[in-house]
C-alpha cells in the first residue's frame, strides 16, 4: 500500500511539523509527501485540514499523555489569520495543550470576565469540521478499528506515545474521529478544555462518578434529581461500589458545608436515609466498613457554625481533577479531601422536574473548600447557564434531549479539563474507556449537524414557556417557571443565566403579565427566558391524568411522553413516570406531589393556536371556568375521585 494512500483528509489533527513527528514516531505516513502537501493546504481553503501530531508526542508540559483527547486539538478556527501568516513565510504555531488551546479561544473555566463570554460565540469560534472530500459537513468515520504504516505504531499507541491528538486511532470504543469532533463542539459550548460522548445521558453520569470515586468513597447530592440518578446513587452505589450518597436540600447552603465536611453523619461516613425537610430528623446509616458504627439520628439542618467552615485535610480548590488516587491504600478524593469528607458534590443546573435552580457559584464554592469535586448535569439548561464558568468542575448532558432536540437518539457527553477526560479514557483505568459506553459516531454525526441551531432552539422553548406559564400564573393555576419572579430562585437563575440582567429582576410578588406579551416584566431575562420547561401541581393522579388525556387526545397541545426537548410539546406526570425510582415519603419531601405535570414546551404551531389548545384542555378538567368546566362533575384540586389512589407503582 503506498503511503500516500495511506493519508486521508481528516479533519482530527493539531498543528505541527510533519517532519519532527515522522522523526519520533517511525510512521512512515506522517513523512510522506501527501501529508505535507495537506499541512499546507489549510490556509488554502481546499478541503480540510489534515494536519499531524505535536512536536512531543508523550506529552506537552503538565498535560496528560499523548492518549488524551485534548479536546480542542488545535487547529487554528481563524484561517484568515493562518493564510496570514503562511504568506508572511511564519512557521505556523503550535498549540501544545489543551489548556492552552482553552485559553487562546476564551473556553476556560474560571478564566471569565462578567459578560464576556458566550456560548454561541464559542461554539462557533471553533474550527469547521469539513468532510473528507471537501464537504461542508464532516465524514463519519464507521471503522471499528484503524490500521498504521508500521508495526512499532502500534504499540506506541498501547504505550501512550501515539494517540488521537497525533491523529493515531486504534478502536473506536477508545477513540473515534467524528465522536471527538462531537466532543471539541461541546466543550467549546460549556466552555470546558475537553469532552467525550457517551452512549446516554445516565453512561455519562455513572462514568463521571465512577470516575471520581472509589470503594468506601461518599457522596453529597442534591435531593432532587432525575429518578434514574437518583436510584443510581441510592440503590445502585451502596450496593455495587461500596459509595454512599448523602442527600441534601440544596438550597440550603449550610446543610450542603456540613453534609460535604461530614457533619451530618457524626464520626464515621454515613448515608442519609432519605430525603426530609429541614430541621426532621432523619435516620442515617453507617457504611458497611465503619466498624462498631450504629444508626443515629440527625437533622438535616446544621448548625450554622457549619457554614464557611474548610476542612482541615483538604487541598487547595485549584488542584488538578484527574480521578488518581495519590494516597495508596486510602483512597484520596479526587481534590485530595480526606475519607471522611465527601469526594463529590452533584446536582443539576434545573432540577428534574422541581425546577429548583441551583446556586452553582455558592455550591461550587462550598465544595472546592472541603475538597470534592462539582458535578453538575445541565441537561435541563445547555446555552441557558454555563456551570463550568460558575465553578463547576464536570458537566454532564443527556444530548437526548434540548441538544438533539429530535427525539430520535440515546447520547450524554463529559465535559472537563482535558487530564479528567484523560482519565476516562485511559486503556488501563478509564471508566468510560473499560465499561464501554462510547458513543456511534453516525450519532455524533447527527447530533453534530444539530448544534448550530440548539440556541435559536432554546431562545422558541423559553419565550413560549414563559409565555404560557405567565399566563398560568395569571389565571392563579400552581405553575412553577424559574422564569417568573414569583419563583423561589429567580434572583438565582438572574445571576447564573447567559445574558440575563438581574437589575431588573422584579419584586418577587410582582404579578405576571396576563396578556398577549410575555415580555413585560420580563426584561431581566436573558435570550432564553427560564428555559424551556415548567410544571403544574395538580394535587392528584386523577386530575394529572385527566389533564393530560385532555391535552393530547382532545385539544391536541401535544404528546404523553417522558424525556423533553422535542419541537411538539411533551407532558408527564412524574411521581407515576421518571420519578417513580424514589420512594413516595421522599417524593413528598422534595414536593414532588402525585399530581405534578412536567411539561416540555415544544415550538411548533403558533403561540396563540397552542395557548389555545392549553387554556382548552384546563377549562375541560375544571381547572379555569367555562362551559365545559361546568358541564364536567366538579372536582377540587387534590381530590381523588376516581379508582388508582395516588398512583403508588404506575410506571409508564
Known amino acids: 500500500m503506498s503511503p500516500d494512500l495511506a493519508v486521508t483528509k481528516r479533519s482530527t489533527a493539531v498543528l505541527m511539523d510533519s517532519q519532527d513527528a515522522a522523526a519520533t514516531s517511525g510512521d512512515e505516513r506522517l513523512s510522506s509527501p501527501t501529508t505535507k502537501k495537506l499541512n499546507s493546504c489549510s490556509a488554502s481553503g481546499g478541503g480540510s485540514c489534515v494536519i499531524e501530531n505535536s512536536k512531543n508526542p508523550t506529552s506537552a508540559p503538565g498535560m496528560p499523555p499523548a492518549t488524551t483527547c485534548v479536546a480542542h486539538d488545535a487547529c487554528d478556527s481563524n484561517f484568515e489569520e493562518q493564510a496570514a501568516r503562511t504568506a508572511a513565510g511564519g512557521k505556523r504555531k503550535l498549540i501544545e495543550s489543551g489548556a492552552a488551546w482553552a485559553k487562546a479561544t ?5 478564566d471569565y470576565n462578567e459578560g464576556s463570554w458566550d456560548p454561541v460565540t464559542s461554539l462557533a469560534s471553533i474550527r469547521h469540521e469539513f468532510g473528507e472530500h471537501g464537504g461542508v459537513n464532516m465524514s463519519i468515520e ?6 498504521v504504516m508500521e508495526p512499532e505504531s502500534m504499540a506506541k499507541i498501547f504505550t501512550g506515545q501515539l494517540g488521537p491528538d497525533n491523529d493515531f486511532f486504534v478502536y473506536s470504543r477508545h477513540f473515534n474521529p467524528t465522536v471527538m469532533a462531537l466532543g471539541r463542539q461541546l466543550a467549546a459550548l460549556e466552555g470546558t478544555e475537553s469532552a467525550y460522548c457517551t452512549a446516554s445521558g445516565m453512561a455519562a453520569i455513572s462514568a463521571a462518578i465512577l470516575q471520581l470515586c472509589k470503594h468506601g468513597d461518599r457522596i453529597v447530592a442534591s435531593n432532587r434529581l432525575y429518578g434514574g440518578t437518583f436510584a443510581f446513587l441510592d440503590c445502585f452505589l451502596p450496593r455495587m461500589a461500596g459509595i454512599r450518597t448523602t442527600f441534601v436540600d440544596i438550597t440550603d447552603l449550610a446543610a450542603v458545608e456540613a453534609a460535604l465536611c461530614g457533619d451530618d453523619v ?9 430525603s426530609t425537610a429541614p430541621g426532621a430528623a432523619a435516620t442515617v446509616r453507617p457504611l458497611a466498613d ?15 457554625a457549619a457554614a464557611g467552615r474548610v476542612c482541615t485535610t483538604a487541598l487547595p480548590a485549584d488542584d488538578i481533577l484527574d480521578g488518581s488516587n495519590s494516597d495508596g491504600d486510602q483512597p484520596a478524593g479526587p481534590r485530595g479531601g480526606r475519607v471522611g469528607a465527601a ?7 434545573i432540577s428534574n422536574p422541581t425546577l429548583v435552580v441551583a446556586d452553582v457559584p455558592a455550591l461550587a464554592a462550598a465544595a472546592h473548600r472541603h475538597g ?9 439548561a445547555p446555552v441557558l447557564v454555563s456551570p463550568a464558568k460558575h465553578g463547576a468542575d464536570v458537566v454532564v448532558h443527556s444530548l437526548s434531549k434540548f441538544i438533539s432536540g429530535a427525539s430520535d437518539v440515546i447520547a450524554g457527553c463529559v465535559c472537563g479539563s482535558a487530564a479528567f477526560i484523560a482519565s476516562l479514557m485511559s ?3 478509564g471508566s468510560l474507556m473499560l465499561l464501554g459506553a462510547t458513543m456511534n459516531p453516525q450519532v455524533a454525526f447527527n447530533l453534530s449537524a444539530r448544534l448550530p441551531h440548539l440556541p435559536l432552539r432554546m431562545r422558541e422553548h423559553g419565550r413560549r414557556a414563559l409565555l404560557f406559564a405567565s399566563r398560568l400564573h395569571a389565571l392563579g393555576l400552581p405553575v412553577s417557571y424559574p422564569g417568573l419572579p414569583s419563583h423561589p430562585q429567580a434572583p438565582v437563575l438572574a445571576r447564573i443565566s447567559n445574558g440575563s440582567l ?7 410578588g410582582s404579578a405576571s403579565p396576563a396578556g398577549g406579551s410575555a415580555v413585560a416584566g420580563a426584561e431581566w431575562l436573558g435570550p432564553y427566558a427560564g428555559g424551556g420547561m415548567l410544571s403544574l401541581d395538580l394535587g392528584s393522579t386523577a386530575m394529572a391524568y385527566d389533564f393530560m388525556r385532555h391535552l393530547q387526545n382532545n385539544a391536541e397541545f401535544g404528546y404523553m411522553a417522558v424525556s423533553l426537548g422535542f419541537h411538539d410539546s411533551l407532558v408527564s406526570c412524574s411521581g407515576a413516570s421518571t420519578s417513580s425510582e424514589m420512594r413516595a415519603e421522599q417524593r413528598q419531601a422534595v414536593g414532588i406531589s402525585p399530581g405534578l405535570v412536567r411539561m416540555s414546551v415544544g415550538y411548533t404551531g403558533s403561540e396563540e393556536q397552542r395557548w389555545a389548545q392549553l387554556q382548552q384542555a384546563a377549562t375541560a378538567v375544571g381547572l379555569v371556568g367555562g362551559e365545559g368546566g361546568r358541564k364536567r362533575r366538579k372536582r377540587k384540586v387534590g381530590e381523588e375521585v376516581e379508582e388508582g389512589g395516588d398512583g403508588e407503582g404506575v410506571v409508564v
Do not use: I, K, Q, Y
Not at 457524626?266 to 432519605?274: D, I, K, N, R, Y
Open 372 to 380: 470534592a469535586a462539582v458535578v453538575v448535569d445541565n441537561t435541563f
Open 343 to 349: 469526594r463529590v458534590l452533584f446536582f443539576e443546573t
Open 290 to 304: 465503619s466498624p462498631g458504627a450504629t444508626p443515629a439520628t440527625t437533622t438535616s439542618t446544621p448548625p450554622s
Open 266 to 274: 457524626g464520626s464515621t461516613a454515613c448515608e442519609l436515609m432519605g
Open 142 to 147: 464507521n471503522s471499528a478499528t484503524f490500521t
Open 502 to 508: 438581574p437589575h431588573l429582576l422584579p419584586p418577587s
Open 427 to 429: 486503556l488501563t483505568s
Open 106 to 110: 476564551g473556553n476556560t473555566a474560571g
